[in-house]
Protein backbone atom coordinates (compact mmCIF):
# COMPACT_ATOMS: atom_id res chain seq x y z
CA UNK A 1 0.00 0.00 0.00
CA UNK A 2 3.12 2.31 0.57
CA UNK A 3 5.86 3.78 -1.85
CA UNK A 4 8.25 3.61 0.67
CA UNK A 5 11.48 2.43 -0.25
CA UNK A 6 13.11 -0.43 -0.78
CA UNK A 7 15.72 -0.12 1.82
CA UNK A 8 13.85 1.82 4.11
CA UNK A 9 12.90 0.37 7.32
CA UNK A 10 9.41 -1.08 8.02
CA UNK A 11 6.41 1.49 8.56
CA UNK A 12 3.13 0.34 10.68
CA UNK A 13 0.43 0.60 7.55
CA UNK A 14 -1.97 2.41 10.16
CA UNK A 15 0.64 4.96 10.28
CA UNK A 16 1.34 5.64 6.76
CA UNK A 17 -2.72 6.23 6.71
CA UNK A 18 -2.87 8.51 9.73
CA UNK A 19 -0.11 10.86 7.60
CA UNK A 20 -1.97 10.55 4.89
CA UNK A 21 -5.13 11.33 6.26
CA UNK A 22 -3.80 14.08 8.18
CA UNK A 23 -2.96 15.91 4.66
CA UNK A 24 -7.43 15.60 4.05
CA UNK A 25 -7.91 16.58 8.07
CA UNK A 26 -5.21 19.75 7.32
CA UNK A 27 -7.77 20.33 3.79
CA UNK A 28 -10.88 20.15 5.59
CA UNK A 29 -10.15 22.59 8.25
CA UNK A 30 -9.06 25.19 5.98
CA UNK A 31 -5.26 24.88 6.89
CA UNK A 32 -4.29 23.87 3.45
CA UNK A 33 -5.52 23.80 0.02
CA UNK A 34 -4.05 22.89 -2.96
CA UNK A 35 -0.86 23.50 -1.49
CA UNK A 36 1.03 23.13 1.89
CA UNK A 37 2.44 19.40 3.70
CA UNK A 38 2.70 17.56 6.21
CA UNK A 39 5.72 15.07 7.52
CA UNK A 40 6.04 12.70 9.96
CA UNK A 41 10.02 11.57 11.46
CA UNK A 42 9.95 7.52 10.28
CA UNK A 43 9.03 5.91 13.91
CA UNK A 44 12.35 3.74 13.50
CA UNK A 45 14.70 5.66 11.50
CA UNK A 46 15.12 9.43 13.55
CA UNK A 47 17.58 10.42 10.34
CA UNK A 48 15.05 10.24 7.84
CA UNK A 49 11.22 11.19 7.45
CA UNK A 50 8.25 10.63 5.69
CA UNK A 51 5.76 12.47 3.01
CA UNK A 52 3.58 12.52 0.41
CA UNK A 53 4.77 12.99 -3.08
CA UNK A 54 4.13 16.33 -4.55
CA UNK A 55 -0.07 16.52 -4.69
CA UNK A 56 -2.82 18.49 -3.26
CA UNK A 57 -3.18 17.32 0.32
CA UNK A 58 -7.13 16.75 -0.33
CA UNK A 59 -5.70 13.76 -2.43
CA UNK A 60 -2.99 12.02 -0.64
CA UNK A 61 -3.53 8.78 0.03
CA UNK A 62 -1.42 6.19 2.03
CA UNK A 63 0.42 5.00 -1.24
CA UNK A 64 1.94 8.04 -1.86
CA UNK A 65 3.93 8.76 1.15
CA UNK A 66 7.63 8.68 0.30
CA UNK A 67 10.59 8.42 2.62
CA UNK A 68 13.40 11.24 2.66
CA UNK A 69 16.61 11.40 4.22
CA UNK A 70 17.36 14.68 6.71
CA UNK A 71 18.97 16.23 3.04
CA UNK A 72 15.80 15.56 1.75
CA UNK A 73 16.88 13.25 -0.29
CA UNK A 74 14.47 10.12 -1.19
CA UNK A 75 15.71 7.08 -0.48
CA UNK A 76 13.88 5.19 -3.24
CA UNK A 77 15.63 5.62 -7.20
CA UNK A 78 12.46 5.66 -8.55
CA UNK A 79 10.40 7.58 -5.88
CA UNK A 80 7.87 10.24 -7.73
CA UNK A 81 8.49 14.26 -7.63
CA UNK A 82 8.56 15.41 -4.22
CA UNK A 83 7.62 18.99 -2.57
CA UNK A 84 9.88 21.63 -3.67
CA UNK A 85 9.87 22.95 0.00
CA UNK A 86 10.50 19.34 1.32
CA UNK A 87 13.60 21.28 3.04
CA UNK A 88 11.58 23.00 5.35
CA UNK A 89 11.48 19.33 7.34
CA UNK A 90 14.53 17.85 6.87
CA UNK A 91 16.62 20.94 8.35
CA UNK A 92 14.00 21.39 11.23
CA UNK A 93 14.38 17.76 11.69
CA UNK A 94 18.26 17.88 11.61
CA UNK A 95 18.49 20.15 15.18
CA UNK A 96 14.88 19.37 16.56
CA UNK A 97 14.63 15.80 18.14
CA UNK A 98 12.10 16.80 19.78
CA UNK A 99 10.29 17.14 16.88
CA UNK A 100 8.49 14.61 14.92
CA UNK A 101 6.16 15.66 12.47
CA UNK A 102 6.00 19.66 10.53
CA UNK A 103 2.76 21.25 9.04
CA UNK A 104 4.05 23.96 6.53
CA UNK A 105 0.76 26.02 5.28
CA UNK A 106 -0.42 29.24 3.95
CA UNK A 107 -3.58 29.62 5.95
CA UNK A 108 -5.49 32.90 5.16
CA UNK A 109 -5.72 34.19 8.86
CA UNK A 110 -2.13 33.57 9.71
CA UNK A 111 -0.50 34.97 6.50
CA UNK A 112 -1.22 38.73 7.84
CA UNK A 113 0.79 38.50 11.16
CA UNK A 114 3.99 38.23 8.98
CA UNK A 115 3.68 41.23 7.14
CA UNK A 116 2.92 43.67 10.22
CA UNK A 117 4.56 44.15 13.41
CA UNK A 118 1.90 43.21 15.40
CA UNK A 119 2.77 39.54 16.73
CA UNK A 120 0.31 36.88 16.88
CA UNK A 121 -0.13 36.20 20.51
CA UNK A 122 -2.78 33.38 22.23
CA UNK A 123 -5.38 34.48 22.33
CA UNK A 124 -7.53 31.09 24.28
CA UNK A 125 -6.14 28.02 26.03
CA UNK A 126 -6.18 25.48 23.00
CA UNK A 127 -3.38 27.79 21.25
CA UNK A 128 -1.28 28.11 24.99
CA UNK A 129 1.57 27.12 22.57
CA UNK A 130 1.28 30.35 20.87
CA UNK A 131 1.96 32.12 24.50
CA UNK A 132 5.46 32.36 23.71
CA UNK A 133 7.31 34.48 20.99
CA UNK A 134 6.04 33.57 17.56
CA UNK A 135 9.01 34.50 15.19
CA UNK A 136 9.03 35.57 11.48
CA UNK A 137 11.19 34.22 9.03
CA UNK A 138 12.38 36.44 6.50
CA UNK A 139 13.85 34.89 3.18
CA UNK A 140 14.87 38.41 2.15
CA UNK A 141 17.21 38.90 5.23
CA UNK A 142 19.94 36.19 3.84
CA UNK A 143 19.06 35.58 0.24
CA UNK A 144 17.94 38.82 -1.19
CA UNK A 145 15.16 38.83 -3.40
CA UNK A 146 13.44 35.05 -3.82
CA UNK A 147 10.69 33.28 -5.19
CA UNK A 148 9.98 33.34 -1.88
CA UNK A 149 9.88 29.21 -1.67
CA UNK A 150 12.24 26.84 1.09
CA UNK A 151 13.45 25.42 -1.77
CA UNK A 152 17.15 23.80 -0.87
CA UNK A 153 19.29 23.22 2.11
CA UNK A 154 20.52 26.68 2.87
CA UNK A 155 17.41 28.27 3.02
CA UNK A 156 15.59 25.62 5.04
CA UNK A 157 18.29 25.74 7.74
CA UNK A 158 17.75 29.50 7.69
CA UNK A 159 14.25 28.89 8.58
CA UNK A 160 15.14 26.28 11.44
CA UNK A 161 17.40 28.82 13.06
CA UNK A 162 14.58 31.40 12.95
CA UNK A 163 12.24 29.06 14.56
CA UNK A 164 14.74 28.48 17.19
CA UNK A 165 12.99 26.31 20.50
CA UNK A 166 9.44 27.23 19.12
CA UNK A 167 6.49 25.19 18.11
CA UNK A 168 5.35 27.99 15.55
CA UNK A 169 7.35 30.39 12.92
CA UNK A 170 5.71 32.80 10.68
CA UNK A 171 7.52 33.24 6.93
CA UNK A 172 7.08 36.58 5.68
CA UNK A 173 4.62 37.24 2.74
CA UNK A 174 4.52 33.05 2.40
CA UNK A 175 3.11 30.81 5.57
CA UNK A 176 3.94 29.20 8.31
CA UNK A 177 4.95 26.28 9.81
CA UNK A 178 3.69 24.25 12.93
CA UNK A 179 5.75 21.58 14.51
CA UNK A 180 5.11 18.71 17.25
CA UNK A 181 6.74 16.16 19.22
CA UNK A 182 3.73 13.94 17.43
CA UNK A 183 1.40 13.92 14.25
CA UNK A 184 -1.58 14.25 16.10
CA UNK A 185 -0.18 17.26 17.83
CA UNK A 186 1.30 19.20 15.08
CA UNK A 187 -2.06 18.93 12.78
CA UNK A 188 -3.87 20.18 16.47
CA UNK A 189 -1.57 23.08 16.59
CA UNK A 190 -1.83 24.00 12.73
CA UNK A 191 -4.99 23.63 13.04
CA UNK A 192 -5.23 25.91 16.33
CA UNK A 193 -2.88 28.33 14.64
CA UNK A 194 -5.37 29.36 12.26
CA UNK A 195 -7.65 29.63 14.62
CA UNK A 196 -6.14 31.87 16.86
CA UNK A 197 -5.37 34.02 14.05
CA UNK A 198 -9.12 34.54 13.38
CA UNK A 199 -10.18 35.38 16.99
CA UNK A 200 -7.40 37.63 17.11
CA UNK A 201 -8.17 39.32 14.42
CA UNK A 202 -12.11 39.38 15.52
CA UNK A 203 -9.96 40.77 18.76
CA UNK A 204 -8.36 43.86 17.17
CA UNK A 205 -11.62 44.78 15.60
CA UNK A 206 -13.34 45.29 19.27
CA UNK A 207 -10.25 46.32 21.00
CA UNK A 208 -8.35 49.15 18.24
CA UNK A 209 -6.92 50.48 21.41
CA UNK A 210 -5.82 48.96 24.96
CA UNK A 211 -4.24 45.96 26.08
CA UNK A 212 -5.57 42.66 24.96
CA UNK A 213 -5.40 39.64 27.55
CA UNK A 214 -3.75 37.41 26.26
CA UNK A 215 -2.21 34.33 27.64
CA UNK A 216 1.41 35.09 29.58
CA UNK A 217 4.11 33.12 28.53
CA UNK A 218 3.40 31.22 31.85
CA UNK A 219 -0.09 30.23 31.44
CA UNK A 220 0.66 29.30 27.95
CA UNK A 221 3.20 26.64 29.29
CA UNK A 222 0.66 25.31 32.22
CA UNK A 223 -1.76 24.75 29.65
CA UNK A 224 -0.21 23.26 26.61
CA UNK A 225 1.03 20.62 29.21
CA UNK A 226 -2.89 19.32 29.51
CA UNK A 227 -3.51 20.26 25.24
CA UNK A 228 -1.55 18.05 24.70
CA UNK A 229 -3.47 14.92 25.99
CA UNK A 230 -6.80 16.91 25.49
CA UNK A 231 -5.78 17.46 22.20
CA UNK A 232 -6.10 13.63 21.19
CA UNK A 233 -9.98 14.02 21.64
CA UNK A 234 -9.69 16.88 18.59
CA UNK A 235 -7.40 13.82 16.48
CA UNK A 236 -9.75 11.25 17.43
CA UNK A 237 -13.17 13.21 16.01
CA UNK A 238 -11.06 13.96 12.85
CA UNK A 239 -9.19 10.79 12.40
CA UNK A 240 -12.41 8.85 12.86
CA UNK A 241 -14.38 11.12 10.29
CA UNK A 242 -11.47 10.48 7.83
CA UNK A 243 -11.47 7.16 8.23
CA UNK A 244 -15.28 6.87 7.59
CA UNK A 245 -15.33 9.43 4.76
CA UNK A 246 -11.79 6.92 3.35
CA UNK A 247 -11.99 3.89 4.68
CA UNK A 248 -8.40 4.19 5.74
Not at 149 to 172: E, N
Request: glycine share 6%; hydrophobic share 40%.
Amino acid sequence: MSDLPKKGRHVEPGRLADLAAASRILADHGVVDGFGHVSMRHPDAPDRFLMSRSLAPALVTPADIQEYDLDCTPTRKDAANGFLERFIHGEIYKVRPDIHSIVHSHSPSVIPFSLVRQSMRAMFHNAAFLATEVPVFDIAEEFGPTDMLVCDCPKGAALARTLGRRDVALMRAHGSVACGPTLEIAVFRAVYTEVNARIQHWTHSLCSKGAIAALTPQEGDLADGPNRTAGMRAWDLWRTQARDRYGW
